[in-house]
Structure formats: structure tokens, C-alpha cells
């Protein structure tokens, strides 16, 4: 759930209560897809934000799961692409708190999902030697889609498993994936001699 909580005022002098601002981060997260993020993401077309939040306003809002709009050098831009989720657990690490990470895993999901009902679903054996070519598939195509153009990091071959499910015509297809997110955060060390 994206929980955005800050509007904005555009060129045009129009304001833009934090539910309407709602509809420009939608477009930009849409916009993004698995190839970008949006922190310090630049909106066009807005000349300030309301309410504009000190630092510290915005670290308290984003440890509570707000998607914030700030005012930042001279321009308003997203300040974290980030989600609601503030509870951390396992099954659901703080990994997932980042849209950029959910964005690469469901892409993965809806590519591999495709690439297997077209290539095959009622085509390839339930045997081991059509399990390890589904293997060699799956391997394939996250090799090219993801690791290649650094979407992700670490993957080998070894982390995709295919197992005989339940039934004779059933299959079950795990994939370990890493992904690699964008550097949100750089500190700064300046020494004098």
C-alpha cells in the first residue's frame, strides 16, 4: 500500500490535496516499472508542496510508512520509493518496504509466468528431463532480463529449482532472487589536512 500523505501546488497555482497528489505518484511509479526508482524523483510541472516538512518531520513520517513529496533543492521530488510496511518479520523483511524491490519481484513473477504458459504449459514432459529443461528456461530468462542488466545480483543457475508437485501433470518452481536496489542513502566523510 502506498500511503502517500503530502500534496502539492502546481505551476498553474492549482492545489493538490494529498489524495490528488496520489495520482501523480501513481504515474510515476507506473512509469518506473523494475528499471528505476523513485527516490529524489523530480515531478514536473509543481512549483511547491504543502505542507513542506522539516528533516526531521520527514524522517518520523517515513519510519511510519509515508510516501512523502518534499521540496528540495529549488524543485518537489519524491523522497523515498517506499511502501507502507513497517512491521518486519521474516516472510516479510524491511527489503520489502522498498517499491523498487516489489516491482523486480513482480516482474519476475509476470515474466516467468508468461514464459512458462507460452513455452510450457501442455509442451514439456513431467519428467526429469523436462523438469531440468523448465530449469534451463527459467535459468535463461532471468540470466537476460535481470541478472545481465544488474536488476538483480548473485543469481546462478543453481538457484532456480523445479520438483515434481503433487499431481503427475503439476510442477513446483522456486527461484532465489536478490535484488539489487538503488543507493537511497550515502554518508559522507570529509577530513581536512
Given at each position: 500500500?502506498?500511503?502517500?500523505?503530502?500534496?502539492?501546488?502546481t505551476?498553474?497555482?492549482?492545489r493538490?490535496?494529498?489524495?490528488?497528489?496520489?495520482?501523480?505518484?501513481?504515474?510515476?511509479?507506473?512509469?518506473?516499472?523494475?528499471?528505476?526508482?523513485?527516490?529524489?524523483?523530480?515531478?514536473?510541472?509543481?512549483?511547491?508542496?504543502?505542507?513542506?516538512?522539516?528533516?526531521?518531520?520527514?524522517?518520523?513520517?517515513?519510519?511510519?510508512?509515508?510516501?512523502?513529496?518534499?521540496?528540495?533543492?529549488?524543485?518537489?521530488?519524491?523522497?523515498?520509493?517506499?511502501?507502507?510496511?513497517?512491521?518486519?518479520?521474516?516472510?516479510?523483511?524491511?527489503?520489502?518496504?522498498?517499491?523498487?524491490?516489489?516491482?523486480?519481484?513482480?516482474?519476475?513473477?509476470?515474466?516467468?509466468?508468461?514464459?512458462?504458459?507460452?513455452?510450457?504449459?501442455?509442451?514439456?514432459?513431467?519428467?526429469?528431463?523436462?523438469?531440468?529443461?523448465?530449469?534451463?528456461?527459467?535459468?535463461?530468462?532471468?540470466?537476460?532480463?535481470?541478472?545481465?542488466?544488474?536488476?538483480?545480483?548473485?543469481?546462478?543457475?543453481?538457484?532456480?529449482?523445479?520438483?515434481?508437485?503433487?499431481?503427475?501433470?503439476?510442477?513446483?518452481?522456486?527461484?532465489?532472487?536478490?535484488v539489487?536496489?538503488?543507493?537511497?542513502?550515502?554518508?559522507?566523510?570529509?577530513?581536512?589536512?
Amino acid at each position: 500500500i502506498i500511503n502517500c500523505t503530502v500534496g502539492g501546488i502546481t505551476s498553474a497555482g492549482v492545489r493538490l490535496s494529498p489524495k490528488e497528489a496520489c495520482a501523480t505518484l501513481g504515474g510515476i511509479l507506473s512509469g518506473l516499472g523494475k528499471e528505476g526508482s523513485a527516490t529524489h524523483y523530480l515531478v514536473e510541472g509543481w512549483s511547491d508542496v504543502l505542507p513542506r516538512l522539516s528533516r526531521s518531520q520527514q524522517e518520523i513520517r517515513t519510519k511510519k510508512g509515508e510516501t512523502l513529496f518534499v521540496w528540495r533543492h529549488g524543485q518537489a521530488m519524491v523522497l523515498y520509493d517506499r511502501n507502507s510496511l513497517v512491521s518486519f518479520t521474516d516472510s516479510k523483511p524491511e527489503d520489502f518496504s522498498k517499491n523498487l524491490v516489489i516491482r523486480t519481484l513482480d516482474g519476475v513473477v509476470e515474466d516467468l509466468s508468461r514464459l512458462l504458459e507460452q513455452k510450457a504449459v501442455g509442451k514439456i514432459r513431467n519428467s526429469e528431463i523436462g523438469r531440468n529443461q523448465i530449469k534451463g528456461m527459467v535459468a535463461e530468462m532471468i540470466g537476460a532480463q535481470y541478472l545481465d542488466k544488474g536488476y538483480i545480483e548473485g543469481f546462478t543457475a543453481g538457484d532456480v529449482e523445479v520438483l515434481e508437485g503433487q499431481s503427475r501433470d503439476s510442477v513446483i518452481v522456486k527461484v532465489g532472487i536478490r535484488v539489487a536496489d538503488t543507493m537511497d542513502k550515502i554518508y559522507l566523510t570529509v577530513q581536512a589536512d
